[in-house]
């Protein structure tokens, strides 16, 4: 599978409250960890690639989401894990 | 296609390995039985809704696990069931009962146990009604092979059953798919959280965690120290508003819902609990694989949240920074394991509750259903049970708004505690959207105090001096007896005309009003006569014991500017002694004008810094105090009060004053020594005395003299008490329970204020609670229980009381420094000049609004972590066998404290100390066994009666290092064969070469996890299962042993 910056622009916006550029805050964007989790499924290039939950944590901006989608979508392991409080 | 016969062993995460300990040690198995209601078309036949439900099972691994508790926590897949063999329950109802049905229904189906080691872990409902209008699927799952994202796998894979449109063989492969699937997560997971990968994290949190302080919501003596597991939710959905506010909050900060309702969470449980940091258990998504996103499994790992709560700083430094940077940590720790932490925290409390944290918070948005399916809608319904103290449940409701709800251990938090609960987190909620910039304190407002009682029965104060009440009743009954000391009595006439002349002498002497004049004279009489003399002349009275170090007295006599002392006995330089029998002349009896403008008395208390402070009381709170009391005692002509307290405590004036207002007899209580009880009783029994007035501390010698002289006292109608906390016991209760007609009082209150707060027992003696209440305040008196946050704490909340109203005294005399540090602005009273005393003690109000005493706000015993109510202990060694009196004191050792008991025995027995300890252990958690008991010919008080816990504490270090040096080092030895087993078992889990069977296996290093080990070797081999719960309140290898028999005895029978 191979993915493009518009198709993870796209699925971001599903999850996405109002308009954000790269630079925007997740939560600003009402991102939480669970549409993370959703988008890496969405993405990830095996069903054995890992979630690294430390890496996860770092993702601070839409900008960060992307190069993390686009690191599991190409490589089969990587990667960001927990939906807090579930 | 067939699978083998014996399905393969299937490997356990440590989060489930930690849910199995916990619930094996639940007292019931049905509290982990999660319920899911899902409502779907109605039309689709029950046949075809079962058989999907057989299909989701075979495609869902986790489903299908069995358990095995031995030799190692482990697990097993079974083969799919088939439709028919499927556990559902059929319910058709008529479209009326359909709510009330399923209610029915979900509590059937989640108050069976699951048995985890035979299976299935799971068990179904279906609901429908008559007319074909709505139908339900109802899944009951244990948690152990659920969790909160479990929802959205098992709803797409019912919808798929359900729509009946995947190949028929697909089921098959994808069965195998999942099964693999479910393999490499928990082989992922393992990895993740491999010791050598997770220990040092591990380590490093431990410390912090065991930094936390315990938190005891809704602290209160007595408190269950298990819960009881019921549950009850109370909720509330947030309005557009509030959700508009909400929302902006967390893009503002850039925070996630999460954070900010684990950071205002947090703050109302820090609040409520009256500390300044609390651990929020919540779930985190351990899931590794991204396969395993679409299973159903329990994949969390349930971790602590430190929640630091710094009531000056800002919302936004709390929630942006700090409250962040604590979520953060532990997403980014999800691989660590519940077990991990617990097992390097080690924390003393195990039991079965949690062994981290009480309050929990969790996340129910999940699942956001898609429109179109089969499923038009799914809940999670409560099951009934409690699994924390208190949880708070987050869930988006139409993607669009919040519904929280708390639900609480109702064994643990009254109704109206947890409404105030909800109240505050209601409050701290909207408050943080309202203002970012406020200080944290300032998310709480003030809890609006219980209204007074009417006080319909109180009557108007009848005069405006206690010395114009005392000589309107000799105008009233002169004849009447005011004052009987043995041998010798005075009417109200005589009291009169004999004060009068104190008083002429006193002005004479150059005494006017506003002076202070001191008392030190012998016997009742005179002294009452000296006390009225004084008053008469608009001057306030001091007492000065002549058996006081002198340099002592001079201090007193200096702060007071003291110049004339009445009596004898007293030499100290400027001050004049003058003897009252000198006063023969007759004065005028008038009092001066402005007599109520004037100070009544000054009483001495012990500053911290050596110079004692003398309090100056003036007539106005005195005087409603009188008020209350003639009305509250019934005081009468009849009324006969003993006057034991010595004039230099404050108690002094509620004997004497209000007795002489209303025309009764103030009786002496000598010949009788004030700590000689039997005598005590003899002359309470002898002069047909009504109201007695006694030291909480002395109530429990008087009653057993009592009890002991068979003393007949059918006139004592009031026995009142205060000075330290009223502990109650079964001597206490069989010696009122032999009175007809005679209240228990207790009366709080700090020299600053007299008496304050009352508490009534009436009524059986034998269902007086132990720890009496201070009750609730005298009309005229407003009590204000202040939180750490500076407000008015809600119900159940700990705080320091402070008092307001009719009860101040002026200050300290010629202290206006100290005077002004406790003293203070009554910012809650709404008037610029109103003032209010800090009284340094901790408070709650309870359910009903009455207020009970916790401790000093300076000296709370601390023990393990635990706060220890040293009266709960005494109450306890009261009651065993030949104890008199018990009195536990804490003294350091090494870097925490430990509890040594001092018993008295009854005249010319003794204690023994192993019943006291059997005892203890019986009723008592571990931490607040004594670690030493020692015997105590008498117990020592204070000047004023109370207990010397000081004197005890110096007492005891000299004792213990003693004893600790004639101690042996011992080789174990054992009672038995049973004994000497179990320790064997014990130090083999251990690791330590042995264990004495009398030592904690707390101290050895048992906790809850390796208890779990144990008791399944136990059961093993001597056939029996040991409570838990009993086993931790006395953890030694001996009374292991005797739990071991007592089981083996009943299993045999």
């Known amino acids: ?86 | 296609m067939p699978h083998p016969s014996q399905p393969p062993a299937l490997p356990i995460t440590e989060s489930q390995k930690g849910l199995l300990v916990i619930d094996s040690w639940l007292p019931r198995r049905e509290i982990y039985n999660q319920i899911i209601q899902l409502d779907v078309a109605p039309a689709l036949p029950f046949e075809h809704i079962r058989n999907a439900l057989a299909e989701v099972v075979a495609v869902q691994p986790a489903l299908r696990q069995i358990f095995q508790l031995r030799p190692e926590l482990g697990a097993r897949l079974a083969d799919p069931p088939s439709p028919a063999d499927l556990p559902i329950e059929r319910v058709v109802v008529e479209t009326a009962e359909y709510e009330r049905a399923t209610g029915a229904l979900v509590e059937r189906l989640a108050r069976q146990p699951i048995e985890l080691t035979v299976g299935p872990a799971y068990r179904f409902g279906h609901l429908s009604t008559r007319d074909g209008t709505g139908a339900r699927i109802l899944l009951c799952l244990h948690h152990v092979v659920c969790d909160g994202l479990s929802l959205g796998p098992l709803v797409r894979d019912l919808e798929a059953a359900l729509a009946g449109d995947r190949p028929r063989t697909a089921p098959e492969a994808l069965r195998t798919e999942r099964e693999q699937a479910l393999l490499r997560e928990l082989t992922a997971q393992q990895r993740a959280s491999a010791p050598d990968r997770v220990l040092p994290l591990v380590k490093t949190w431990a410390e912090r965690l065991r930094a936390v302080p315990p938190l005891v919501l809704s602290p209160r003596p007595h408190r269950p120290t298990e819960p009881g597991y019921r549950g009850e939710r109370i909720a509330w959905t947030l309005d557009d508003r509030e959700t508009t506010a909400f929302e902006e909050t967390c893009r503002a900060l850039a925070v996630s819902p999460f954070v900010l309702l684990t950071g205002v969470f947090g703050a109302v449980v820090a609040r409520h609990g009256g500390v300044p940091t609390v651990l929020i258990g919540s779930p985190f998504s351990a899931r590794r694989t991204v396969g395993a996103f679409d299973l159903c499994g329990y994949f969390v790992n349930t971790l602590p949240i430190t929640v630091d709560v710094t009531w000056q700083s800002t919302v936004a430094e709390f929630l942006g920074t700090s409250v962040r940077a604590a979520v953060d940590f532990c997403r980014s720790s999800a691989h660590v394991t519940f077990n991990q932490v617990v097992a390097e925290v080690q924390p003393d409390r195990p039991g079965s509750r949690n062994p981290l944290f009480g309050c929990m918070l969790a996340m129910q948005d999940t699942h956001e259903q898609a429109t179109g399916g089969a499923v038009t809608a799914v809940r999670e319904p409560a099951n009934g049970w409690a699994k924390f103290d208190l949880w708070l449940g987050a869930t988006r409701v139409d993607g669009r708004t919040w519904l929280l709800e708390l639900e609480y251990d109702t064994a643990l938090l009254a109704p109206t505690v947890a409404e105030g609960i909800l109240h505050s987190l209601r409050t701290a909620l909207n408050r943080a959207a309202e203002d970012r910039t406020r200080p944290l304190a300032d998310l709480f407002v003030d809890f609006p105090p219980p209204a007074a009682p009417p006080p319909a029965h109180v009557r108007p104060a009848e005069h405006r001096t206690l010395q114009e009440w005392v000589m309107a009743t000799a105008r009233r009954q002169p004849g009447a007896v005011a004052l009987a000391e043995e041998g010798k009595q005075l009417t109200y006439q005589e009291l009169v005309a004999a004060a009068g002349r104190v008083a002429a002498g006193l002005r004479r002497s150059g005494v006017t009003a506003g002076d202070v004049v001191a008392v030190a004279t012998d016997g009742l009489c005179d002294t009452i006569v000296a006390v009225l003399g004084i008053l008469r002349c608009g001057a306030a009275f001091v007492s000065l014991d002549p058996a006081l170090p002198e340099e002592r007295l001079a201090t007193m006599a200096r702060i007071a500017r003291c110049r004339i002392v009445v009596g004898k006995g007293i030499d100290v330089p400027g001050v004049r002694t003058v003897d009252p029998t000198e006063f023969v002349a007759d004065g005028p009896q008038t009092i001066p004008t402005d007599a109520e403008a004037h100070p009544a008395y000054v009483m001495f208390t012990s500053g911290s810094t050596g110079v004692p402070k003398g309090v100056l009381m003036g007539q106005r709170p005195l005087i409603n105090l009188a008020t209350w009391q003639l009305d509250a005692l019934r005081q009468d002509e009849n009324t006969r009060f003993f006057q034991y307290a010595p004039m230099s405590f404050d108690v002094c004036y509620q004997e004497i004053l209000p007795t002489l207002a209303s025309g009764g007899t103030v009786v002496s209580r000598e010949p009788a020594d004030r700590r000689d009880f039997p005598a005590l009783v003899r002359r309470v029994a002898d002069t047909r005395v009504t109201h007695l007035f006694l030291p909480a501390a002395g109530l429990r010698p008087f009653a057993l003299s009592a009890l002991g002289l068979r003393a007949s006292l059918p006139h004592l109608r009031y026995v009142c008490v205060s000075g330290q906390q009223l502990v109650l016991d079964d001597d206490i209760r069989r010696f009122f329970t032999g009175l007809t007609d005679c209240a228990l009082v207790n009366l709080y209150g700090p020299t600053e204020t007299n008496a304050v707060t009352v508490h009534h027992l009436t009524g059986d003696a034998r269902r007086w609670p132990s720890h009496v209440p201070i009750g609730r305040p005298m009309p005229g008196v407003v009590a204000y229980v202040v939180d750490q946050t500076g407000h008015l704490a809600p119900p159940g909340v700990p705080g320091e009381l402070y008092l307001g109203g009719d009860c101040l005294a002026e200050g300290y005399l010629n202290d206006p420094e100290r005077t002004a540090a406790a003293f203070l602005p009554d910012r809650f009273a709404g008037t610029a000049d109103a003032r209010m005393y800090r009284t340094g003690d901790l408070v709650a109000r309870d359910e009903d609004g009455v207020l009970v005493y916790l401790g000093r706000r300076d000296t709370q015993v601390k023990v393990r972590g635990h706060r220890v109510e040293l009266g709960e202990i005494e109450t306890v060694a009261n009651g065993v066998a030949d104890v008199r009196e018990a009195v536990a004191v804490a003294r350091p050792a090494g870097s925490d404290v430990e509890l040594v008991l001092f018993v008295h025995p009854e005249d010319g027995r003794r204690v023994d100390h192993a019943a006291v300890r059997a005892q203890l252990a019986a009723a008592l958690p571990g931490y607040m066994m004594p670690a030493w008991i020692f015997d105590l010919s008498y117990v020592p008080t204070s000047g004023t009666g109370k207990t010397d816990r000081a004197a005890l504490a110096a007492r005891a270090d000299g004792l213990v290092a003693q004893a600790t040096a004639d101690r042996p080092d011992r080789v174990p030895t054992y009672a038995d064969e049973t004994q000497r087993e179990l320790a064997a078992l014990w130090a083999d889990i251990l690791e330590v070469d042995t264990i004495p069977a009398d030592v904690s296996l707390l101290d050895c290093g048992a906790h809850s996890l390796n208890a779990f080990v144990a008791f399944a070797e136990i059961q093993h081999r001597f056939g029996v299962t040991v409570d838990v719960a009993t086993f931790f309140r006395n953890p030694t290898v001996a009374a292991l042993a005797d739990l071991v028999r007592a089981r083996g005895a009943t299993a045999r029978t």
Request: no cysteine.
């Open chain 1, 1 to 86: 599978m191979s993915s493009t910056l518009a198709d993870f622009d796209a699925a971001i916006a599903t999850y996405a409250i109002g308009s954000f550029d790269d630079t925007t805050l997740l939560p600003e964007a009402g991102i939480d960890s669970l549409s993370l989790l959703r988008l890496a499924v969405r993405f990830a290039g095996t069903e054995d690639a890992e979630i690294d939950a430390a890496r996860l944590v770092e993702i601070r901006s839409v900008g960060d989401l992307k190069a993390w989608l686009h690191q599991l979508a190409s490589t089969p392991s990587s990667g960001g894990a927990p939906s807090d409080g579930r």
